[in-house]
Each structure stands twice: as structure tokens, then as C-alpha cells.
């Protein structure tokens, strides 16, 4: 079937919509006609830093509408509501474990282009398209296999739900699934981007009674306020580890660092009190530490985590669940743009005038 889609030609590149072709779904997978996704920072990375084989159709928050199953599929049907999150293949250790963010196949089925087959489903007249997390959302339709795809309530706006599929759901699951803070413990989140407040929410249903936010953007900083945070600190104005020490009787028990900035990665250590972990999930470059003091001299923890450790099935209607009864607002986070508007709200995201941007697909596609 021919769709239109945001192309990415080389590295870099502005994106490009095009009519392109679209075949399948094929055994396991299925046919979504994509109604929004989000715009992540890893889609950023996808088009400027050649994670992916180009050329290649990004987009991984895609939410929508089940169009057509493929053989073999039999817990979605046309007409469904659906999230479409990263690709897994279901049957190593660590999917059957509940780890799927770490499954043994993960970069290769969201960034070697191609669907668990080998296969492409997106051609142009010059070849072959690669995907990316296997769905490749910036498109008005996808293709995604079932496993990934999660059935939602068809009561909430269904082009809300698309950053569930990833920014929203590494935020609050690095907290609700991998911290787990317990009752009085203190968190600092660094950073208050979609992944940083969603954070920040999720600690507000954990129960922390302290819940710090750093940001060099006060308007950001306000929101964490609004959505939850009990302390904001703007890091280019303060020494942020003073005053989260000051204000926590000697640090957190938890930071969560979604920045990658190798001297933020430093702080929300330093932050921590004796015995405390750091979870990084921001796209850190190398850097250093000093091991001894930053780490091991006061026995803290610091631990990568991916997509919040998240089963995506189960942990994706939670969540919807939580907004539904007004616990977990992450609607504050979007603003909505046209599909032909891609540069501007990518343009919006890295400038930080948006927090989560989404794409309305064109109503009257395919």
C-alpha cells in the first residue's frame, strides 16, 4: 500500500515527506494506521548520529489504530487502540524474565533496520527503507510486530498516547519498576525534559515526601513544581549539591540522571547519601569518575536502566490508568503538531520551547 512518510535520507538530513510503499503485515505482526507520535530525542539521534542504516523512516512513540493482523495473531483485532513501543524478541532470557528493555536482540531489531525476519517492509523506487524500533512511526501507517504493539483504553484520546511507547514510560518506570522507592525515601531528577517529569510524577505517586528538580530552564523547573516536585533548583544558578544536601539531611536516597551531561552524571552522584543509587538513563558520552569518592567510599550504586525496565504490556495501561484518575498528567507535557510541521517541532524540542512534542497524522491518510 502506498503512505506518506517523513524520509531520512543521510546523515543529518531534513526529513522528507514522501509517498512511499508499505507491505504487510506478515506472520505475528500487524497494520496500524498511525493517528500521532512523539518526538523523542532518540529520533534526534537516529537522523544525526548514524545509529541506523540510512535511508530510514524514524519515529518510535507511534499510537494508533489496528488496520489489519497478520496470521497467527490473535489478542488484536482491526479497531483497536493501540501503543506501539520497542522492539523485543520474546524469547530470550531476559524477555522471558520481565527484562525486555534488555533483550539479547534489542539493538538489532530497533536499530539494524530491518523487522525479526530480516525483511523490509517500507520501499521507495530506489530501494529498500530501513525501520527503526520496529515500527517506524513517521508515517500514516506501520507496521509493527505483536508483541510490541499494546492494546489501550479506546476511551482516552488515543493521540495522546504515544510517548507512552518510550520517553514517558523510561521516566516513570525508572522509578516505579527499578528504583521502587520505599516510604520516606527522598529522589532528585536531573533534568525536566518528558523523561525528567515523568519522573518527577512518578515519584509523586511512589509517595516521596521529597522530590527535587534541576533544570536550567525555570520554566521547566515551575512545571516540576506543578506536577509534583517539593524542591527546583535552577544548576546555572546554584550549587545544586549543596542545596539538595542541605535540603535532604545529607542527600537523597535516589537520583535519576536524564541529561547524558558528563557534569550533571557527577552531581547526581554527589547528591546521593551513603548507600544511595543513581539511575542514568540519558545518552551519556565518555566520561570520568572518581570512583573511589564518587562511588565506593559510601557505598553507592549506580545503574544503567533502558526504557524504565518496563514490560511495555503491562506497564503502558498502568499508566493510562493513572491519568485516567488524574494521578499521572502527562498530557501537561505535549504540544500538538502537524504531520508537515516536523522540523518545527523538532526544531522546538532541542531549543526546550517544547517538552513533548506530537504529530497528528494528516485525518484522511491512506
Same mark, same amino acid.
Given at each position: 500500500?502506498?503512505?506518506?512518510?517523513?524520509?531520512?535520507?543521510?546523515?543529518?538530513?531534513?526529513?522528507?515527506?514522501?509517498?512511499?510503499?508499505?507491505?504487510?503485515?506478515?506472520?505475528?505482526?500487524?497494520?496500524?494506521?498511525?493517528?500521532?507520535?512523539?518526538?523523542?530525542?532518540?529520533?534526534?539521534?537516529?537522523?544525526?548520529?548514524?545509529?541506523?542504516?540510512?535511508?530510514?523512516?524514524?519515529?518510535?512513540?507511534?499510537?494508533?489504530?489496528?488496520?489489519?493482523?497478520?496470521?497467527?495473531?490473535?489478542?488484536?483485532?482491526?479497531?483497536?487502540?493501540?501503543?506501539?513501543?520497542?522492539?523485543?524478541?520474546?524469547?530470550?532470557?531476559?524477555?522471558?524474565?520481565?527484562?525486555?528493555?534488555?533483550?539479547?536482540?534489542?539493538?538489532?531489531?530497533?536499530?539494524?533496520?530491518?523487522?525479526?525476519?530480516?525483511?523490509?517492509?517500507?520501499?521507495?523506487?530506489?530501494?529498500?527503507?530501513?525501520?527503526?524500533?520496529?515500527?517506524?512511526?513517521?508515517?500514516?501507517?506501520?507496521?509493527?510486530?505483536?508483541?510490541?504493539? #499494546?492494546? $489501550?483504553? +479506546?476511551?482516552?484520546? /488515543?493521540?495522546?498516547?504515544?510517548? *507512552?511507547?518510550?520517553?514517558?514510560? %523510561?521516566?516513570? !518506570?525508572?522509578?516505579?519498576?527499578?528504583?521502587?522507592?520505599?516510604?520516606?525515601?527522598?529522589?532528585?531528577?536531573?533534568?525536566?525534559?518528558?523523561?525528567?517529569?515523568?519522573?518527577?510524577?512518578?515519584?509523586?505517586?511512589?509517595?516521596?515526601?521529597?522530590?527535587?528538580?534541576?533544570?536550567?530552564?525555570?520554566?521547566?523547573?515551575?512545571?516540576?513544581?506543578?506536577?509534583?516536585?517539593?524542591?527546583?533548583?535552577?544548576?546555572?544558578?546554584?550549587?545544586?549539591?549543596?542545596?539538595?544536601?542541605?535540603?535532604?539531611?545529607?542527600?537523597?536516597?535516589?537520583?535519576?540522571?536524564?541529561?547524558?551531561?558528563?557534569?550533571?552524571?557527577?552531581?547526581?552522584?554527589?547528591?546521593?547519601?551513603?548507600?544511595?543509587?543513581?539511575?542514568? #538513563?540519558? $545518552?551519556? +558520552?565518555?566520561?570520568? /569518575?572518581?570512583?573511589?569518592?564518587? *562511588?565506593?567510599?559510601?557505598?553507592? %550504586?549506580?545503574? !544503567?536502566?533502558?526504557?524504565?525496565?518496563?514490560?511495555?504490556?503491562?506497564?503502558?495501561?498502568?499508566?493510562?490508568?493513572?491519568?485516567?484518575?488524574?494521578?499521572?498528567?502527562?498530557?501537561?507535557?505535549?504540544?500538538?503538531?502537524?504531520?508537515?510541521?516536523?522540523?518545527?517541532?523538532?526544531?522546538?524540542?532541542?531549543?526546550?520551547?517544547?517538552?513533548?512534542?506530537?504529530?497528528?497524522?494528516?485525518?484522511?491518510?491512506?
Amino acid at each position: 500500500m502506498k503512505i506518506q512518510a517523513a524520509v531520512t535520507r543521510a546523515q543529518g538530513a531534513p526529513f522528507s515527506i514522501e509517498e512511499v510503499r508499505l507491505s504487510g503485515p506478515g506472520p505475528g505482526e500487524v497494520l496500524v494506521r498511525v493517528v500521532a507520535t512523539g518526538v523523542c530525542h532518540t529520533d534526534a539521534v537516529g537522523r544525526d548520529l548514524a545509529v541506523s542504516p540510512y535511508p530510514i523512516v524514524l519515529g518510535h512513540e507511534g499510537s494508533g489504530i489496528v488496520e489489519r493482523v497478520g496470521e497467527g495473531v490473535d489478542d488484536l483485532a482491526p479497531g483497536d487502540h493501540v501503543v506501539m513501543s520497542f522492539a523485543h524478541c520474546g524469547r530470550c532470557g531476559n524477555c522471558l524474565t520481565g527484562h525486555p528493555t534488555v533483550c539479547e536482540a534489542f539493538n538489532e531489531l530497533n536499530f539494524g533496520g530491518r523487522m525479526e525476519d530480516g525483511g523490509a517492509r517500507l520501499h521507495h523506487d530506489d530501494g529498500d527503507l530501513s525501520t527503526f524500533f520496529g515500527q517506524s512511526s513517521f508515517g500514516t501507517f506501520a507496521v509493527a510486530q505483536a508483541r510490541n504493539v #499494546v492494546k $489501550v483504553d +479506546p476511551e482516552v484520546d /488515543i493521540a495522546l498516547l504515544g510517548p *507512552l511507547g518510550c520517553g514517558i514510560q %523510561t521516566g516513570a !518506570g525508572t522509578v516505579l519498576n527499578r528504583l521502587k522507592p520505599g516510604f520516606g525515601s527522598s529522589i532528585a531528577v536531573f533534568g525536566c525534559g518528558a523523561v525528567g517529569l515523568s519522573a518527577v510524577m512518578a515519584a509523586r505517586i511512589a509517595g516521596c515526601p521529597r522530590i527535587f528538580a534541576i533544570d536550567v530552564h525555570d520554566s521547566r523547573l515551575e512545571l516540576a513544581l506543578e506536577l509534583g516536585a517539593t524542591h527546583a533548583f535552577n544548576g546555572g544558578k546554584v550549587d545544586v549539591v549543596a542545596e539538595i544536601k542541605a535540603a535532604s539531611e545529607g542527600g537523597v536516597h535516589y537520583a535519576v540522571e536524564t541529561t547524558g551531561v558528563p557534569p550533571v552524571v557527577r552531581q547526581s552522584l554527589n547528591a546521593l547519601r551513603p548507600l544511595g543509587t543513581a539511575a542514568i #538513563v540519558g $545518552v551519556t +558520552p565518555k566520561m570520568e /569518575i572518581d570512583v573511589h569518592n564518587d *562511588l565506593m567510599a559510601e557505598g553507592k %550504586t549506580m545503574v !544503567g536502566v533502558i526504557e524504565g525496565d518496563s514490560v511495555p504490556r503491562v506497564f503502558i495501561p498502568q499508566l493510562v490508568e493513572f491519568h485516567k484518575v488524574g494521578r499521572f498528567p502527562f498530557d501537561r507535557l505535549v504540544r500538538y503538531y502537524e504531520f508537515d510541521q516536523i522540523e518545527q517541532a523538532f526544531e522546538d524540542s532541542a531549543s526546550g520551547r517544547t517538552v513533548k512534542p506530537v504529530l497528528r497524522m494528516p485525518v484522511a491518510a491512506g
